[in-house]
């Protein structure tokens, strides 16, 4: 039977439905855009945070570009804690490369943990900005790219609203009062991914990064994190990816436990063992670093990298975390060319 690979969307499509691909997709589920693409439309990156056109022209721009098989809004990790009621800076003014950041958080101590979820939580905040930036990457790129889009895990967005320090005390000394709050969070994740899948996007990433091995025993991991993950990915509808940051090798196979229809670790990872672990049908995305990697490598690194990912077994050539925005356009030329040309 011949396999539809006729366009990069097409062919990510046919890996989350466990097609057979001509090659190793090259996409992400996280922030790239770069300084090259605003540069094309002479936009700062502090306006993008705020207008959805801007916003789409930039998460565009990398697929047009480079041909990175993807389009991604937001850029920043604040979209649900802001819809909760978190104060943000989007640093509006500023000429340099800032993510937005909060600035007030939602739970200030212990006794404000059970908080009460508004109602209209999917329509607050930046979020009809980010269905209408779908909407328009959508109409620009979506036939040809995947276009994507991200949401906190519980444990990531709870150390948003509140300080991680108190999150991790507490997460072994009161886990039940902690569970309480993920539950609850976990409502607010899946009203934000649907109103996502409903403005169109092809599939979406869980980001859990604060749940980290790195961080977490796979034990704590497996009993406190593992069910709302599993809540979480049992109503989403469209092509999913769950993404942890650190050293996952211990557990990886509790990813692949939540329900996610792939997993995305960072360049801490072995994937080798990893794929070992998991088997060879599981898709497994990963796993070159970023930052040291793909912008302050040369070209050569980077193509030695890219050959080391897909000889070590990943089902997509995918980052650690967000792309840095400064990427040199010979370090982008060279990770594109090695997906297209390299076969292990």
Known sequence: MTVDNSSPRQRILNLFAGKKTDRVPCFS???????????????????????????ADAAASTYK?????CGIVPFDLCVEAEALGCEINVYAHSDDILYPTIKKKLITNEE??????PSDVSNRGRMPLMKDAIRHLKSDIGDNAVIGSYVLGPFTLAGQIMELNDLLKLSFKKPDKVGKLLDNLSDVIISVAKEYESAGVDFITVREMGATSDVLSPRVFKSLILPYLKKVFSELKSANVLHICGKTNDIAVFMLESGAKAISVDQKNDVAETRKKIGSNALLFGNYDPYNVLVSGTPELVHETIKKCIDSGVSAVWPGCDIWPTVPPDNFKAMMDTVQQYRR
């Open 65 to 69: 570009l480079f041909g990175f098989e």
């Open 29 to 55: 589920g996280m922030g790239n855009v770069t300084t090259e693409g605003l540069k094309k439309f002479g936009y700062k990156f502090a306006e993008l945070h705020s207008n959805a056109k801007m916003l």
């Open 112 to 117: 404000e943990m059970d908080i009460r979820i």
